[in-house]
């Protein structure tokens, strides 16, 4: 069972460089505590650099298929076995821009877990999804794929982020109760068929997550860390938040 504990996750999307593995290692190993994770998820070509800086290291997506002719594509197995210990899956922007389904979502997940990857599940809704009311709707049906293909227990060894799509790089995060209101939906919806699991279950928050506004989020109930985008480039922001988390799960 992963143990629920505060996380900090910096997903620097299609962003980065060497230089930036390099100087970004340096301030999380000065920061690094037992009481939280922090991973990292660069692009595909940094991730052997970013492990060998000794910075826990995700990927952002992986293949749902197992090793063939897939031209492009990047196999699990292969960034298990550089060191990675995380893949993203189902981030809003392969959702929209790589038109991934939540099935095939739920296949990147099936095979994360079966090369020992711990997936993060991101799942969150559109502007007009949330301007219909369709919120929760939205988040049971990304979270349901998932448990309809592999059974709830399989989310025991992951860890799930909700990042509503209109706070994604826009500067409009959720309000700390809006957030909470949507992770202890989560939450529920999983205790309903496994308590033990979802007490024991990290979410996180994603969208717009700064240095100013990570510690009132942090501090909800069900709100266990964060997914963080454009401020995990900045050595100074990043640190920051990872600061706020310690200490509030
Ligand atoms: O998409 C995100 C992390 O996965 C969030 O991005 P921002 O923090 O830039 O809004």
Request: net charge negative; charged share 20%; proline share 3%.
């Amino acid at each position: 069972m992963a143990i629920r504990k505060a996380m900090v996750a910096g997903n620097w999307k299609m962003n980065g460089s060497l230089e930036l593995v390099k100087q970004m290692s340096d301030a999380i190993n000065d920061v690094k505590s037992q009481e939280m994770d922090i991973v990292l998820f660069p692009p595909f070509p940094l991730v052997p650099a970013m492990i060998a800086s000794g910075v826990s290291t995700g990927a952002q997506t992986v293949s749902e298929n197992t090793p063939g002719a897939f031209t492009g594509e990047v196999d699990g197995q292969l960034l298990k076995d550089l060191g990675a210990t995380y893949v993203l899956v189902g981030h809003s922007e392969r959702r929209s821009i790589y038109n991934e389904s939540n099935e095939t979502v739920a296949e990147k997940f099936a095979r994360a877990q079966e090369v020992g990857l711990t997936p993060i599940l991101c799942v969150g809704e559109s502007e007009s999804e949330q301007e219909n009311g369709q919120t929760e709707q939205v988040v049971a049906a990304q979270i349901d794929a998932v448990i309809e293909k592999l059974g709830v227990a399989a989310l025991k060894d992951s860890v799930i982020a909700y990042e509503p799509v209109w706070a994604i790089g826009t500067g409009k995060t959720a309000s700390p109760e809006q957030a909470q209101t949507v992770h202890k939906f989560i939450r529920d919806k999983i205790a309903a068929l496994d308590s033990t699991l979802a007490q024991g279950l990290s979410i996180l928050y994603g969208g717009s997550v700064n240095e100013k506004n990570s510690e009132l989020l942090f501090a909800q109930t069900d709100i266990d860390g964060g997914l963080i985008g454009g401020a995990s480039l900045k050595a100074e922001s990043f640190t920051a938040i990872c600061n706020s988390a310690k200490g509030t799960v």
